[in-house]
Structure formats: structure tokens, C-alpha cells
């Protein structure tokens, strides 16, 4: 039989707040165990949560930036659960009234397609279990509360995804969006952007939404396609072999690529969520929701689009250079100083990016200024340097900072265009290798490549080829 | 409405409660006298109405993101049953 898969993904995303959703300890990632901590986040008693407002705002231009409608009233709501990293016995979430819903998002693959938001709601995180390494610690695990409280948001989409490639195109159009926004690191190895998928199979051309079973525990886009293909193809054997598929929570294993159910918390999904009497509805008013709209920035897809068309650069590059807006708008800049869009691209795109990786930077931190690297086409395109030594002069630049002016001065790395002193040079090297010139002129015109490459030598490789080229053409062939 | 052992047996399982026989049949009994009582409420027509979430005509307030000193660290773990590591000690949890 044939199977399709369905596919519905929940992602939870941190807010890049300083503080935290409902108290006043910091967001820092990374210090210490529990030294951002407080009574409110601790769930002690007798403690009250109040609001963080750009929290809100936050969640309402990510609602925004995926066409969800915004709630007016928006409630918030307790999910009651026992674990350990869950101070207060509940986390304080959105259930019957959430914060936006209705939303879309458009993804590229096959052409295109249109995938469904459901909604987008508030919650808070909750902490960290640490599990000891040593055999003194086999009984017991750790509770770090740092995390616990700080912003999330959940955007729960449709189970309008039919492939793991397009789930991992949705997630990744998501975390553009998210990042753009400059609401969220979208770090996936740190979780600040998680992901839970919800797949399930079904016979082609049935209508009834089969079994599902969620994956938790992808933290990057590989695994997040490996745990969805590995549960597409278990699905599919069990039901084959006459079995049925039962719904559970199960773990992406990514040292062995398996999928395992997580029986732990099964028994009591039974959250019993209720209003939260600690906190008055929320309300958002229109006023909040337009100024949010208008700091919306130009979002990923807008900008490819625009990149390829005002360009006309490939589809390729348009995506690389518009992964992160700092990139785009130092592309940008370069190209405004150019003029050249093609080339500017293969520079900021092929060196600099190279070099960045290599180093694990940020563009952000990068020395080279794109009027840097508008100066070095300049010079590429006048023929001062070679588009070898612009290598080099580019690798300079990025070492030090300095522009390429700078650098082709100090170390003298100008480009010979001058013909009257090549033409020098050329005689020069033709009456030292007499042998080579005749034989050169009895037909062995492979030993073009040898003139060129002594004159090279001569020049310490600072000749213009097409130059050099010209004139021994000439004189060879005279 | 009346209630089942067996719903006792869950809100008790949920809560973490662990109920002797005795006392499972009588929360049972006193359970399901206390939902007779509320289930009054339901001869009342409430087509129309929005569930009263709160009875107070407020919205929540918001705070600035600003951050402020935590609890010393000491101080925070000073009531924990246990600690270790900078951290809450518990049971292990098998995931």
C-alpha cells in the first residue's frame, strides 16, 4: 500500500529578553546554577507573576510576521504536571485563549506551498535536569532553575506538512523569520529554538488523519529530518506487519538515528489547564499591534525576491546573502559602492563567508568594511591587482583591517600593467632562453606557457596576465 | 453528576496521593456529594454568556524588561531537601 505522511511541527522559541516572563531575574545563558533565581520563579509561596511587556511585544511581531490575527483578550492558563524541573507543580502557559492564531507561512519547496499556523501563544520555560556523571551521583539528578520563567513562545502549526524536506523547510523559514525579527537567537544546540514534530501516516487518498506519535529531542535541521524519515519508515513496518500504531511521545536518538518511545510521562497527559488566577487577562490593544507592525523589518523571502530581481543574481546567492540581515546589508552596501552585484557577491559570499566560517565570526565582528571591499573590485577591475593577489590582499584585509590601498602599498604587491616595462622584462627573459625561443619558433608553441611563467617569475607574479599575454603574442609570434 | 472510584483513583494518581481503601470510598461518597451541589448551577440556561473566567472587570498590568538582582544563591537552595553541585538534588530521573 501507499502511505502518506502528515506532518505537524511545534516550535518553542525563547524570547531574547533581558528579563524573564514573569519576574525580574535575568535571562543570561550560561552562569552559574540557580544565580537567577527568585521567589517568583523558585514558586514559592505567597509570591505574584507579573507580565514582562516586551515579552508581549515580541510575540505579537513574530504573530505579525506570520499573519496570525492577534487576540484582543488573550488568557493565560496553568498546565498542571508533576517534574522536578518544574518548580511550581504547573507552568503557566496559553490554552483556550491564546495570543494569535490563524496565521501562514510560505515554504519554496516543489514549487511552493502554503503551510498553515494554528496559533501562537505565550508560556514560560521551564528549568534544567542535570543528570551526574559519576557513580556517587546514579541516584539522583540536578535542578538548575535559571531557565525556569524565561519567555517562550509556541507556534503550532497545521498538519499541513507531507514530507520531512518540508517540515525542515517550514522549520527553517521560521527560524529566518524568528532571527530577522531579532526576537530570538534561534540557536538550535542551545534550545533557545526547539522543535516537537507531530507524524503520522495514512493510506493515499484517505481522509482520516492517522495515529500520531510526537518527536521530541532533534536539536538541528539534520536531525530533524533523520528523527521524522526514521518514524515515517517505523510507522509504515508496524502497520505493514499488521500492527497499529500507538500514540506516545518518543525520542530522537541521534547517535543511532532511532526514534525510542518515552514512556515516562505517558500515563498522565491530564494537565487539567485552568484560567490562572494569579493573572488578569491579557489585553492587547490595537495601538501596541500597529506599532509592532511598523518596526517590522523587510523578512527573508521579501528580501530574496527583491535580491534576485533587483540584481539579478542567482537564486543561490540571493539565499545565502539573505540569511541573516546584517549579511544582506553589508551585501548591500558593497554593492551600492560597486555597482556590481554579481561580483560583489562572489566576494562577500566565496571569500568573506569562507574566512567568517573558518573562524566561527559573525559578520557583525568582521574587520573588512564593505567600502573595503568595494575598493578592492575597484582595483581588480582597473587592473592595478590581479584577481590572484586580490586573494591575498583580501586575506590581508581581513587579518588586519586595513583597506586594500593599504595593504597593496605596504607590501608592494601592485599590479605591473605597464606595458613599456613589461615589454622589458619579455625581451629580457626571450634572449636568456635562446634554446627555447627557437624551438618555440620551429612550431613547439606549447612553450607559450613557458614564456609566461619565466615572466611571471620575473615579476614576482605582479604582472598582468592579459598583459604579459598581449606582449608575448606579439613577440613570440612576430 | 456522581463520580467513580476510579476518577478518584486518577485525581489521587495526578496529585500524587497515595489513598487507603477507606478513605478511597469515602472521598468517593463525599466527592461526588460535592459535585451534586455545584451541578445545581447547570439548571441555570447560560446560552449566550462568555464563561466568567473573572469576576473583575481588569486587565493584567506589564512590567518593564528590566532585570533585577536574584536570590543569592545560597539563599535559594537554604530550603531544598536536599542539594549538591550548585543544584536542587532529586531522585533520578530516567528520560
Known amino acids: 500500500m501507499k502511505y502518506e505522511t502528515v506532518i505537524g511541527l511545534e516550535v518553542h522559541a525563547q ?21 537567577q533565581v527568585c521567589p517568583v520563579c523558585l514558586g514559592l509561596p505567597g509570591v505574584l507573576p ?10 505579537v511581531k513574530m504573530a505579525l510576521a506570520v499573519n496570525c490575527s492577534v487576540n484582543a483578550k488573550s488568557v493565560f492558563a496553568r498546565k498542571n504536571y508533576f517534574y522536578p524541573d518544574l518548580p511550581k507543580g504547573y507552568q503557566i502557559s496559553q490554552y483556550t485563549e491564546p495570543l494569535a492564531e490563524r496565521g501562514y507561512l510560505d515554504i519554496d519547496t516543489n514549487g511552493g506551498k502554503r503551510i498553515g499556523i494554528t496559533r501562537i501563544h505565550m508560556e514560560e520555560d521551564a528549568g534544567k535536569l542535570l543528570h551526574g556523571e559519576g ?11 535559571n531557565r525556569a520563567g524565561v519567555p517562550l513562545i509556541e ?11 518540508e517540515a525542515q523547510a517550514y522549520l527553517k523559514s521560521l527560524r529566518d523569520i524568528i532571527v530577522y525579527l531579532e526576537i530570538c537567537s534561534g540557536n538550535m544546540e542551545e534550545g533557545s529554538f526547539r522543535c516537537d514534530a507531530n507524524v503520522s501516516i495514512r493510506p493515499v487518498g484517505a481522509e482520516k ?5 510526537e518527536l521530541k529531542n ?13 518514524e515515517v519508515e517505523r510507522q509504515i513496518d508496524v502497520v505493514e506487519s499488521g500492527g497499529k500504531v500507538v500514540q506516545e511521545t518518543r525520542l530522537f536518538d541521534s547517535a543511532k538515528g532511532i526514534t525510542a518511545s518515552m514512556r515516562s510521562k505517558e500515563e498522565a497527559h491530564d494537565y487539567r489547564y485552568f484560567p490562572d488566577p494569579d493573572l488578569l487577562p491579557l489585553v492587547v490593544s490595537d495601538d501596541l499591534i500597529e506599532g509592532q507592525r511598523k518596526t517590522l523589518p523587510e523578512l527573508p523571502e521579501a528580501k530574496r525576491t527583491r535580491f534576485i530581481k533587483d540584481y539579478s543574481i542567482p537564486a543561490y546567492d540571493a539565499g545565502v546573502l539573505t540569511a541573516s540581515r546584517d549579511l544582506a546589508n553589508y551585501y548591500e552596501e558593497v554593492v551600492k559602492a560597486t555597482n556590481e552585484p554579481k561580483v560583489s557577491s562572489n566576494w562577500v559570499m566565496g571569500e568573506l563567508l569562507r574566512l567568517l566560517k573558518e573562524d566561527a565570526r559573525d559578520v557583525r565582528d568582521c574587520a573588512v568594511t564593505p567600502a573595503s571591499i568595494a575598493g578592492l573590485i575597484e582595483m581588480i577591475k582597473n587592473g592595478g591587482i590581479s584577481g590572484k593577489m586580490a586573494k591575498e590582499v583580501f586575506e590581508a584585509m581581513y587579518k588586519t583591517g586595513k583597506t586594500p590601498q593599504e595593504i597593496v602599498k605596504s607590501t608592494g604587491m601592485a599590479q ?38 619565466e615572466t611571471m617569475k620575473a615579476t614576482k607574479g ?8 598581449k606582449l608575448l603574442k606579439e613577440k613570440l609570434d612576430k | 453528576m456522581s463520580i467513580t472510584k476510579k476518577d478518584v483513583l486518577h485525581a489521587a494518581d495526578l496529585a500524587r496521593l497515595e489513598l487507603t481503601a477507606e478513605e478511597q470510598d469515602l472521598y468517593t461518597e463525599q466527592l461526588s456529594r460535592i459535585l451534586n451541589y455545584v451541578e445545581k448551577l447547570s439548571e441555570l440556561d447560560t446560552t449566550g454568556i462568555a464563561p466568567t473566567t473573572y469576576t473583575v472587570p481588569l486587565k493584567t498590568v506589564m512590567r518593564a524588561d528590566e532585570s533585577r538582582p536574584s536570590l543569592p544563591h545560597e539563599e535559594a537552595l537554604s530550603n531544598a531537601p536536599d542539594s549538591d553541585k550548585d543544584c536542587f538534588k532529586v531522585p533520578r530521573i530516567i528520560e
Open chain 1, 50 to 59: 507579573v507580565l514582562n511587556g516586551k515579552s508581549v511585544e515580541f510575540a
Open chain 1, 15 to 35: 524570547l531574547l529578553t533581558e528579563s524573564k516572563l514573569f519576574c525580574a531575574c535575568s535571562t543570561k545563558f550560561g552562569s552559574g546554577p540557580n544565580t
Open chain 1, 218 to 230: 532533534m536539536n538541528s535541521f539534520k536531525f530533524v529530518k533523520e528523527a521524522i524519515e526514521y
Open chain 1, 416 to 453: 605591473i600593467s605597464n606595458e613599456d616595462e613589461l615589454s622589458r622584462i619579455i625581451d629580457d627573459v626571450i634572449t636568456r632562453n635562446p634554446d627555447n625561443f627557437a624551438r618555440y619558433k620551429a612550431g613547439r608553441v606549447q612553450l607559450f606557457g613557458f614564456f609566461v611563467g
Open chain 1, 135 to 145: 557513580p556517587e551521583d546514579s541516584g539522583s539528578s540536578f535542578v538548575d532553575l
Open chain 1, 462 to 469: 605582479q604582472a598582468n596576465p592579459q598583459v604579459i599575454n
Open chain 1, 155 to 165: 507556534i503550532v502549526s497545521e498538519p499541513d506538512m507531507r514530507s520531512a524536506d
Open chain 1, 209 to 213: 488523519l492517522g495515529t500520531k506519535a
